[in-house]
């Protein structure tokens, strides 16, 4: 079993930047592809971001290619997203994911939620006009 634990939303301007951070426990926070989704009130949870297992593969939704990144730190059982030029629409609470399996599938990304074994709880970004 695996926890996620969210943090480092919380209210900007636009423009502004933020870094999340997703705390795992566990002994083999290297042995799975993370992922961040979001999800805004009254919408479906989304894709944003994914990082393969040695950190050496990413893909990004193309709503925040060249805005966010996401990276890992292995040592630390840490995966991060750090998010500039926000802009209002990015409003929405912010998931990480873990999964089992590899990053790309040899077809696709793994950007489908159903494809993840264990969430974080979520932290809040809004995003002032």
């Known amino acids: 079993q695996v926890q996620l634990v969210e943090s480092g939303g919380g209210l900007v301007q636009a423009g502004g930047s933020l870094r999340l951070s997703c705390a795992t426990s566990?002994?083999?926070?290297?042995?799975?592809?993370m992922g961040w989704f979001r999800q805004a009130p009254g919408k479906e949870r989304e894709f944003v971001a994914v990082?393969?297992?040695?950190?050496?593969?990413?893909y990004y939704a193309d709503s925040v290619k060249g805005r966010f990144t996401i990276s890992r730190d292995n040592a630390k059982n840490t995966v991060y997203l750090q998010m500039n030029s926000l802009k209002p629409e990015d409003t929405a609470v912010y998931y990480c994911?873990?999964?089992?399996?590899?990053?790309?599938?040899?077809?696709?990304?793994?950007?489908?939620?159903?494809?993840?074994?264990?969430w974080g709880q979520g932290t809040q970004v809004t995003v002032s006009s």
């Open positions: 994911a873990a999964r089992v399996g590899p990053a790309y599938s040899g077809t696709d990304y793994s950007t489908r939620a159903p494809r993840y074994d264990y």
């Open positions: 566990g002994r083999t926070f290297g042995s799975y592809t």
């Open positions: 990082i393969s297992r040695a950190g050496s593969n990413t």
